[in-house]
Nanobody
Framework: QVQVVESGGGLVQAGGSLRLSCAAS????????MGWYRQAPGTERELVAT???????NYADSVKGRFTISRDNAKNTVYLQMSSLKPEDTAVYYC?????????????WGPGTQVTVSS
């Protein structure tokens, strides 16, 4: 069984920075794409950023130039560096990891971490 856990959320003032981390643990698996999604109250979950196993990245327009996604393949970990935070970035941030195990590919989600940006 693969576990995915996020960390690094918290309360920050507008204009500040936070770094989220997400680690996948378990046995007998590899990882394809990794990504961050977020969900604010009353809204649908939306893509924030993704990164492939080769390092190609994709960002939502709303975070381009402010957020940076990266990964450490040796640690099965993905990061989200968030800068110039805005109140509208307030949401629960979820990590999604594409797991490859025994010829199957499936997504695995973390429980989420709250990010609150005060104005």
């Amino acid at each position: 069984q693969v576990q995915v856990v996020e960390s690094g959320g918290g309360l920050v003032q507008a204009g500040g920075s936070l770094r989220l981390s997400c680690a996948a643990s378990g046995r007998g698996f590899s990882i394809n794409a990794m990504g961050w999604y977020r969900q604010a109250p009353g809204t649908e979950r939306e893509l924030v950023a993704t990164i492939t196993s080769g390092g190609s990245t994709n960002y939502a327009d709303s975070v381009k130039g402010r957020f940076t996604i990266s990964r450490d393949n040796a640690k099965n970990t993905v990061y989200l560096q968030m800068s110039s935070l805005k109140p509208e970035d307030t949401a629960v941030y979820y990590c999604r990891v594409e797991i490859v195990k025994t010829y199957a590919i499936f997504p695995s989600w973390g429980p989420g971490t709250q990010v609150t940006v005060s104005s």
